[in-house]
């Protein structure tokens, strides 16, 4: 099979062939990655961040950087391991987009100005309360804001670097740079348009799935298991198959996602119940509804989709006017359904059987999900 420079040892001896991703091969990947991580840090970190003079910097990447499901990472090692075998330098590629999601959550905490992240003080939180603890001239939130945006510019750059010093020859790089150019744009242009995904505009549930698909969507699933697998010399064929199944599970992980926003509790997902209805976001849940509900349903939701002031009652009574219309049912046929299409692409190439099994035991982790 083609593939980058030979070798098996290091961080992949854990997880064993490709036919052997049973039984704890996730948490064997993500531990992989991790090392990975955390060994590329220890480098950069000492060469980089104390020229920062913001001390806790360093500890605030690797909170977040530690606390992650390697979801990203683990779908481009699997599209490594449709073409491929086992190899520490693919691990170190598929560890690449840790920091690439680091960059992305940092960047979106400050945009939706999200006081929590994974149930600790998000990163520009974490930073204005250390400007203001020092008592630092200016704003501690104008700080926290630029500090975090800043360290997620430099997360941006790792996410590239670690990729191109991964260890995969230069040729197999090349094969994978266009499609991981296309996930970047397509996450900068979702975040554009998420600025003005408000629930007073009334959006329609198209242009909310399209913000989704971009946003998330590709950029979870579709566009690293696209890149693992070019890397990892596949044909086109089990790509643009591989490519498919990561649309329909990134959207049903978008749409689980979504959910959780509406329903989630604080104790699993980090954050207040509720939290997209606070921040008035224009989520699929909520675009849904809205189509779904009567007409007296309907004017009771635009009272609180426009609302300027939402206190605590108000979103639960949107919580459960949303469960009233029916639409986590609704929104549960929409995951089943795309996590079927998923499945029935996968079966249409010739994929390794524990490769299919383990593509089919993500795509049920990110539509099952409880955080």
Same mark, same amino acid.
């Given at each position: 099979? /083609?593939?980058?420079?030979?070798? %098996?040892?290091?961080?992949?001896?854990? *997880?064993?062939?490709?036919?052997?991703?049973?039984? $704890?091969?996730?948490?064997?990947?993500? =531990?992989?990655?991790?090392?990975?991580?955390?060994?590329?840090?220890?480098?950069?970190?000492?060469?980089?961040?104390?020229?920062?003079?913001?001390?806790?910097?360093?500890?605030?990447?690797?909170?977040?950087?530690?606390?992650?499901?390697?979801?990203? #990472? %683990? !779908?481009?090692?699997?599209?490594?391991?449709?073409?491929?075998?086992?190899?520490?330098?693919?691990?170190?590629?598929?560890?690449? &987009?840790?920091?690439?999601?680091?960059?992305?959550?940092?960047?979106?905490?400050?945009?939706?100005?999200? /006081?929590?992240?994974?149930?600790?003080?998000?990163?520009?939180? +974490?930073?204005?309360?250390?400007?203001?603890?020092?008592? &630092?001239?200016?704003?501690?939130?104008? !700080?926290?804001?630029?500090?975090?945006?800043?360290?997620?510019?430099?997360?941006?750059?790792?996410?590239? @670097?670690?990729?191109? =010093?991964?260890?995969?020859?230069?040729?197999?790089?090349?094969?994978?740079? /266009?499609?991981?150019?296309?996930?970047?744009?397509?996450?900068?242009?979702?975040?554009?348009?998420?600025?003005?995904?408000?629930? #007073?505009?009334?959006?329609?549930?198209?242009?909310?799935?399209?913000?989704?698909?971009?946003?998330?969507?590709?950029?979870?699933?579709?566009? /690293? *298991? =696209?890149?693992?697998?070019?890397?990892?010399?596949?044909?086109? $064929?089990?790509?643009?198959?591989?490519?498919?199944?990561?649309?329909?599970?990134?959207?049903?992980? @978008?749409?689980?996602?979504?959910?959780?926003?509406?329903?989630? @509790? $604080?104790?699993?997902?980090?954050?207040?119940?509720? #939290?997209?209805?606070?921040?008035?976001?224009?989520?699929?849940?909520?675009?849904?509804?809205?189509?779904?509900?009567?007409?007296?349903?309907?004017?009771?939701?635009?009272?609180?989709? %426009?609302?300027?002031? &939402?206190?605590?009652?108000?979103?639960?009574?949107?919580?459960?006017?949303?469960? =009233?219309?029916?639409?986590?049912?609704?929104?549960?046929? &929409?995951?089943?359904?795309?996590?079927?299409?998923?499945?029935?692409?996968?079966?249409?190439?010739?994929?390794?059987?524990?490769?299919?099994?383990?593509?089919?035991?993500?795509?049920?982790?990110? %539509?099952?999900?409880? +955080?």
């Amino acid at each position: 099979m /083609p593939a980058g420079r030979n070798g %098996t040892t290091g961080h992949t001896q854990a *997880l064993g062939t490709a036919d052997r991703l049973d039984g $704890p091969w996730q948490s064997s990947v993500r =531990e992989s990655v991790l090392s990975a991580v955390s060994e590329f840090l220890d480098s950069r970190c000492a060469q980089s961040l104390p020229g920062s003079r913001v001390d806790i910097a360093e500890n605030v990447l690797r909170s977040l950087l530690a606390d992650g499901k390697c979801l990203r #990472s %683990t !779908f481009l090692y699997l599209g490594w391991l449709a073409g491929a075998h086992p190899e520490s330098a693919a691990i170190r590629a598929a560890a690449s &987009l840790e920091f690439l999601h680091a960059f992305a959550l940092m960047q979106d905490d400050v945009m939706d100005g999200s /006081p929590m992240r994974r149930g600790r003080a998000s990163a520009h939180r +974490a930073f204005e309360d250390w400007h203001h603890r020092r008592r &630092l001239p200016g704003s501690s939130a104008r !700080f926290g804001e630029s500090a975090a945006i800043l360290l997620g510019d430099l997360c941006l750059v790792w996410a590239e @670097q670690m990729l191109r =010093e991964s260890g995969l020859a230069d040729d197999v790089l090349a094969r994978a740079w /266009p499609r991981y150019d296309a996930m970047r744009t397509e996450l900068a242009v979702g975040q554009f348009a998420d600025l003005v995904n408000d629930t #007073s505009v009334f959006p329609s549930l198209d242009d909310v799935l399209d913000v989704a698909r971009r946003k998330s969507g590709n950029y979870t699933v579709r566009r /690293p *298991l =696209e890149i693992g697998a070019a890397l990892s010399g596949c044909d086109e $064929p089990t790509v643009s198959a591989l490519g498919d199944y990561g649309v329909a599970v990134g959207e049903a992980f @978008q749409l689980r996602d979504d959910l959780l926003g509406v329903f989630g @509790q $604080p104790e699993t997902t980090g954050k207040p119940s509720g #939290s997209d209805l606070a921040a008035r976001k224009a989520t699929t849940v909520v675009v849904a509804a809205y189509q779904l509900g009567s007409s007296s349903q309907r004017r009771h939701l635009e009272q609180l989709m %426009t609302s300027t002031d &939402l206190r605590d009652d108000d979103i639960t009574r949107w919580q459960c006017l949303i469960a =009233e219309i029916g639409t986590v049912e609704w929104m549960e046929q &929409l995951i089943d359904r795309r996590l079927a299409w998923a499945l029935h692409r996968l079966d249409s190439v010739s994929l390794d059987g524990g490769v299919r099994s383990a593509l089919a035991s993500m795509a049920a982790a990110c %539509t099952e999900r409880v +955080a």
